[in-house]
Structure formats: C-alpha cells, structure tokens
C-alpha cells in the first residue's frame, strides 16, 4: 500500500510542534476572534467545548468511509481496543509505526488511550478519526461556528478538530467541513461509494486496508480478524486482479493444507476476486497477496 499519506501525518505532527510552540506565546491580535478557549489546567470535557459533536458508526472501515469525501486513495482502520494481547497486535503496531503512525504519538494528541483509529489519504491531504477515552480537550484551541458544530482550530498542531464519537482531525478546516457536509448530507457521494463494489464483501475485521494505488489490481482490500484456538483470517479481495496474481493464488491454494492452512477459498464474480485463509499468524501474514 502506499504509505504516503501516512508519513505526511508524522512529518505533520512534529513540525507543528515548534511552530505552535512560537504561536503560544505571540498569541494573536485579531479582534475578530472572539472565540478563543484556552483550557486550565483542569481538562475540558467534550461537552464543555460547544456545538454540536460527532455522533456516527464507528465499528469498521466501512462506517468511517460512509462518512468520508469521494477521492480516498487508501484508506486505514484499526481496532486496537480488540486486538490488544492478540497474536495480531504486535504486528499492527509495527505496521502503523512503519507507515508513520505510532499509537504513542496518536495518544499524545488528545493526551487519552485510542480505542479506534481510521485514516483516510487524498492525493494531497489526509484525514485522522480516533476515538479514545478519557473523553477530554487538553489542548489550546481557538472555535470557529460551522453550522451547528465547533470547528477547534489547535494552537499546537494548527489542526482543526471536531470533538465526539469519532472525533474528526485534518490539516485544515476545509478537510474538516468536507466531512461534516457528507455527514449532514449536504454531500451525497462518499469514498464508500467509490469502494462499494469491494466492501460488499468484506467481512467484519479488527483491522482493515483499502487502495486504489496497487498494480495488481484497481482496488485491493486487506482485512486480519482473530478466530478460535489461535488462528487469524485474512481476507483479501481484490477488483480487477491481472492474470498472473490469480494463477499465483490459485497454485498456492492446491498445497494449503499441508502448509497448515485449514481454510483457503477463492471465489470470483463481477471482476471481484476474494481470497479467505484461515491458519496461525505467521502462517497467514507471511501468504503472498499480491
């Protein structure tokens, strides 16, 4: 998948820091913003920041794309509440810090444990939903109305959030109002709709990929779910796979059971091909997919 987007977030996130730090202590002359909250030294409670907050589905990729711009070129989603102390978890956390999203900076946002986190890579900005516990606001802000939601513009990242469940984090408030269009309905096409065609089929899953940016195929989609005794299920699935990866799967499916694979179907129609194997970990994230 191409990391892009992600290595953006991290290059983002520490910049910012420096700039917010020079920002803090100049503060600002503008009389029109009379909006600005500086918490105290007690955190604010989402409640207390005004506005209306995000109230939406939050269980899979499939719901944050549901509420996410047309024109996503990879999307992410992992549950790490579930996957804790699970054979995929050290894995996962590999996975997000090579792509430039560590958990420890991601808590560090919001100052809370991430219970979920989604992210969403455009050709030339992203976008970040999280939900975490607790439910607080530690940093400096200045709020600006949109509708009948608060946008929080960060003093320390000079991010724009909007708090609730998920709460919504982009580079700036244009790709924050983007979402709370698609959520109002103001907006109708989503970057679901763009992979509908592939979700369809895709299970439930703890943690999730999706792309448009690969060779082997126009869309590829990645899913990891813990099973029973010990076992992982991977499902891929891919729209429009080339010839050579479908004989290649094909040729590793004749010998999976005797390589400890206790599942290993694939099924093909409508230009979709989906490939579900059941094995340990190891055996199931070392499988080629491509």
């Known amino acids: 998948m191409d990391n892009k987007g992600p290595k953006i977030l991290a290059i983002f996130l520490v910049s910012t820091m420096v700039l917010s730090s020079i920002a803090y202590f100049v503060g600002t002359t503008d009389e029109n913003q009379t909006n600005e909250t500086l918490p105290t030294d007690e955190p604010a409670d989402f409640f207390d920041v005004g506005g209306q907050l995000i109230s939406e589905p939050f269980t899979s990729m499939q719901d944050a794309l549901k509420i996410t711009p047309s024109g996503a070129v990879h999307a992410e989603y992992v549950n790490l509440k579930a996957v804790a102390n699970t054979s995929i978890e050290p894995f996962i956390l590999s996975q997000l810090q090579s792509e430039g999203l560590p958990v420890e900076q991601l808590n560090k946002l919001y100052d809370a444990n991430t219970d979920c986190i989604y992210f969403a890579g455009f050709n030339s900005s992203f976008i970040l939903m999280t939900t975490f516990k607790p439910q607080y606001v530690t940093f400096h ?150």
């Not at 983007?178 to 592939?198: C, F, K, M, P, R």
């Open 141 to 290: 802000f200045v709020a600006t109305p949109y509708r009948y939601y608060n946008l929080l513009l960060r003093q320390d990242t000079d991010a724009t959030n909007v708090m609730g469940n998920p709460t919504i984090y982009g580079t700036t408030q244009n790709d924050v109002i983007n979402i709370l269009d698609v959520i109002d309905g103001v907006t109708n096409h989503t970057s679901y709709d763009d992979y509908e065609a592939v979700l369809t089929k895709a299970p439930p899953a703890e943690y999730q990929r999706i792309t448009n940016s690969v060779p082997f195929a126009e869309q590829f989609y990645f899913g990891l779910t813990n099973q029973e005794n010990n076992t992982v299920l991977r499902t891929t699935i891919y729209y429009n796979l080339n010839e050579t990866a479908r004989s290649k799967f094909e040729a590793l499916q004749q010998n999976s059971t005797e390589r400890g694979f206790s599942e290993y179907n694939i099924t093909t129609a409508d230009n979709l091909t989906v490939v579900n194997i059941k094995s340990t970990f190891l055996n199931v994230i070392s499988e080629d997919d491509r």
